[in-house]
């Protein structure tokens, strides 16, 4: 009896560790589907600037429940982004958080960013709430995605074909920046960034530097 009711004791004690999962895309100004001689010629050049979106299809983070809500960490380092296990980066953000969120999904949605991203927001420049409508692996190949956040942030991608290979021994010569699960590159039609915070504004069209996955955790 004793055990039985130590054993209720722990369980009402201890709180329980929600699942939260979703969708993520991140598109790069450097392909992330190459090969070496590719790469090699944009480092330490391009590469510098990556956004990372998170679509949230449910769950809770810090006990606030964020299904159906959106973030973004539009991200700038001084280096090229390449693995963040061998050359980690520390950058700096604007973080774009979904209109709909209240106050306190708000403060969730920018903490949740931010342990995702790690030193990717070493410093938060500015933090923006807009409509953000996202459509992420919304096609066979799992590819195809688009995103749109106000007027700073216009994404779309697509799966990639055979006429994407330049040089015949491509790969995923990048991993992607944040813990994600089964990520496959794609194809960036259009990446555009028209903020303000990171003292630069961008725009990357026809390069494999895309990547979808889920994440949950």
Not at 6 to 18: G, K, N, V
Not at 124 to 138: M, R, T, Y
């Amino acid at each position: 009896m004793k055990t039985k009711a130590l054993a209720i004791l722990l369980a009402t004690a201890t709180p329980l560790l929600a699942e939260i999962s979703g969708d993520y895309l991140e598109v790069r100004t450097c392909d992330v589907y190459t090969g070496p001689c590719f790469a090699n010629a944009e480092m330490g050049l391009s590469g510098k600037e990556a956004i990372m979106v998170w679509s949230i299809r449910e769950g809770q983070w810090k006990n606030t429940a964020l299904d159906g809500l959106k973030v973004i960490a539009v991200v700038k380092t001084e280096d090229t982004l390449g693995d963040q296990s061998y050359q980690p980066r520390t950058g700096m953000a604007v973080l774009v958080v979904d209109a709909k969120a209240t106050s306190e999904q708000r403060e969730a949605l920018l903490d949740f960013a931010r342990s995702r991203a790690g030193k990717l927001i070493g410093e938060v420049a500015n933090v923006k709430s807009v409509d953000i409508e996202s459509n992420l692996g919304a096609c066979k190949g799992g590819g195809c995605a688009t995103v749109k956040a106000g007027n700073l942030i216009n994404i779309s991608t697509r799966c990639l074909g055979d006429k994407d290979h330049a040089c015949g021994n491509e790969s995923t010569y990048y991993p992607p920046l944040t813990e994600v699960n089964g990520a496959y590159p794609a194809f960036t039609e259009l990446a555009t960034f028209k903020g303000t915070g990171l003292n630069v504004t961008f725009e990357a069209t026809g390069q494999r530097s895309a990547f979808l996955a889920s994440f949950s955790r």
